[in-house]
T-cell receptor, first 117, second 111 residues
Framework: GAVVSQHPSRVICKSGTSVKIECRSLDFQATTMFWYRQFPKQSLMLMAT?????????EQGVEKDKFLINHASLTLSTLTVTSAHPEDSSFYICSARGIRHSNYGYTFGSGTRLTVV | RKEVEQDPGPFNVPEGATVAFNCTYS??????FFWYRQDCRKEPKLLMS???SGNEDGRFTAQLNRASQYISLLIRDSKLSDSATYLCVVNKGGGADGLTFGKGTHLIIQP
């Protein structure tokens, strides 16, 4: 149980375009979703926390107008990278917490590797 | 001071040996502690939670010292499949649920 599906796994986009990443909890209701990113040889860094039905809380230094997060349902959260630039190229990964967890509740998606050219 | 500090390694260890990793964390409000394992270019996977009383899961033993804000992981009888990056992780505490990750310790088990 506690599976989180993240799509796409890999995306290449042109500079200036927007990219949407989806994160779905398949067998539980995710009351809270977290979005992280990881640059090469760096640690995962929390970008934002979203609770279903409310606005996301962004970490310091993360632009909320650039990284749009929607958590409209208990099973789906999306992260949209708007007007992507090469420096946004990174590994983006979601994590979900909710009802019915056995490992203290942090289940990760498989990540999305974004390359902006 | 970094929020979670780990020795990046790499640790090159012969198969069957025992290896220990340590990490320190700076946020005294953290209440939850974990070791995650991350394979190259993959998502992190939970290895084990860490409790003050210490806990063991097969070949893996984790310890937490809250006073020193220090977490350890011991791997006994290491296997080739243990080769990975081990991430020390703490929650942000203070009502915030997100996690703070260390940069990880790279372990290479050699045959």
């Amino acid at each position: 149980g506690a599976v989180v599906s993240q799509h796409p796994s890999r995306v290449i986009c042109k500079s200036g375009t927007s990219v949407k990443i989806e994160c779905r909890s398949l067998d539980f209701q995710a009351t809270t979703m977290f979005w992280y990113r990881q640059f090469p040889k760096q640690s995962l860094m929390l970008m934002a926390t979203s609770n279903e039905g409310s606005k996301a809380t962004y970490e310091q230094g993360v632009e909320k107008d650039k990284f749009l997060i929607n958590h409209a349902s208990l099973t789906l959260s999306t992260l949209t990278v708007t007007s992507a630039h090469p420096e946004d190229s990174s590994f983006y990964i979601c994590s979900a917490r909710g009802i019915r967890h056995s490992n203290y509740g942090y289940t990760f998606g498989s990540g999305t590797r974004l390359t902006v050219v | 001071r970094k929020e979670v500090e780990q020795d990046p390694g790499p640790f090159n260890v012969p198969e069957g040996a025992t290896v220990a990793f340590n990490c320190t964390y700076s946020n005294s409000a953290s209440q939850s502690f974990f070791w995650y394992r991350q394979d190259c270019r993959k998502e992190p996977k939970l290895l084990m939670s860490v409790y003050s009383s210490g806990n063991e899961d097969g070949r893996f033993t984790a310890q937490l010292n809250r006073a020193s804000q220090y977490i350890s992981l011991l791997i006994r009888d290491s296997k080739l499949s243990d080769s990975a990056t081990y991430l020390c992780v703490v929650n942000k505490g203070g009502g915030a649920d997100g996690l703070t990750f260390g940069k990880g310790t790279h372990l290479i088990i050699q045959p």
